[in-house]
């Protein structure tokens, strides 16, 4: 039987020597450091909200913070205006403005017969709720994290870590603000709030998830 061809013997052994190689992707130098967590990369967005809420969104929020008779007058006559001055979106089109507003006044609603509790706030003393304001523990929207104007949607790796972030933005809050909150002791008393909202229903109260929130006396 005639020998094999040199360039055969090579070709087999380097056949054998891949098949007992271990193929590791190469690591995306571009990836956010901000997804790296305590499980060496994994990515936890919890983490990164409590990591930033004390240095980064609380100054931030204040420091564009309106108070609300003035944002929300502003936004119903000119909501571009409104944005600029007192909010933050990500891009330009059909996408709401996400506003920032401080807010005083007292509690003259609660409802915390769902998950999905809120109370509603008159600021101008006509007795009617000017706002309607998210108490948990269940959350809807993504506002806190859509006024930020230091995230991006492309500092994430796909849409679901980008919405698991902004979801950990009302845990957070829910967390830290809100359980402790004497929910059978809410109405009529005065409140002071930092929060903010999706400038999206102009004829309706908005819905204003808090960053702050500070209860005062009793009617």
Known sequence: MPAAPKHLLVMIALGFALAGCKIVATADKNAPAAQDGAGGGVFDPDKMVAGI???KVLPYLTAK???????????????????AKYGYRAKEGSA?????????????????????GTIGVDVDGDG????????????????LR???DFVAFNDFTNQIDFARFG??????VDKTLLEALPRD???????????????DKPGEPPLVTPAQLTLGAGS
């Open 53 to 55: 809420w004390e240095p």
């Open 65 to 83: 913070a309106g108070a609300f008779a003035d944002v929300i007058a502003l936004a119903r006559k000119s909501p571009d205006e409104a944005g």
């Open 96 to 116: 709401p403005w996400t506003l920032i507003a401080k807010v005083e006044g007292r509690i003259v609603a609660v409802d915390t017969a769902s998950r999905a």
């Open 128 to 143: 009617k709720p000017d706002l309607t304001v998210q108490i948990g523990p269940a959350m809807r929207g993504t506002a």
């Open 146 to 148: 859509d006024s930020l």
């Open 167 to 172: 979801k950990s933005f009302n845990q957070y």
């Open 185 to 199: 002791a809410l109405n009529g008393r005065q409140v002071t709030i930092l929060g903010a909202f999706a400038f």
